[in-house]
């Protein structure tokens, strides 16, 4: 994979990504509509999973369709579904973030919604083949400078801004160590990247062991979370968190790839599940 797309810093990408919920009521400009399609005609993750993207425009403007009311001002949405399948969600993860990190360099305001929209009042634009999951929509368009009432209320109840400690969420060697953080240190800098990641209702399900060569992406499972949907959600979230430690890795030249170790699935227990690893030379 290359991301000849970025020609910022990608963890400056991470910090200024934020949800946004009230937007300016005009729609996207011809030219960044053309940049986002040939962004997504060359989408791609690291597990070959194929993911699809729908344009979803005109769907809402001063209405609450679709969205109980918590985005304002949109005009455009972007939807992705993808073919039920091992790793299929944290593939949709993964480009569904590396999509929102492309809209943040170009200034286009994105937010993740994967419980907070009716999915019926999108199927319908979607075309969501049988077999198929459609976990996740944002909206996409221009920030408004002056937020919603809801908007403000929504960010202060998810606490969107906060995030777990460092040595709460990465280990060397067992669970019962935490990983060392250190100035100027290569892995630090792309578990601070899996950290700062969005997730949904910010419940930051990741658990990453570190070991020789080796990072081992765990999902820490939020107890009855996913109750309410047909698929386990928290997988989108070990998506992003995989799409933050890649596109770092990239851009600083730790060669590697996605594996699935047989060993590593014997460790997994009801809460905390092993996903994939990442091994590098």
Known sequence: MTEKWIDQDIMKLVEQRKSVRTFEERPLSEEDRKEIRDFLKVS???????????????LEKTTNLGTYGVIKGATSYLGAMVKDGPLALEALGYEMERLMLFLVSKNIGTCWMGGTFKRDDFKEAMVVPEGYLFPAITPVGYAKEEKSLTDRLVRFIAKGNQRKPFEELFFKNSFQESYPRVEKDLLTDLLEMVRLGPSASNKQPWRLLVEDH??????????????????DIQKLDIGIAACHFHLGALERNLQGEFKRLLDREKDSSEEMLYRFSYMYK
């Open 44 to 58: 791609e993750n690291p597990f070959h999973v194929k993911v699809e993207f729908r344009f979803l425009e005109s």
């Open 214 to 231: 080796g990072v081992h992406f765990y999902e820490r499972k939020t107890p009855r979370y996913s109750d309410a949907f047909p698929y």
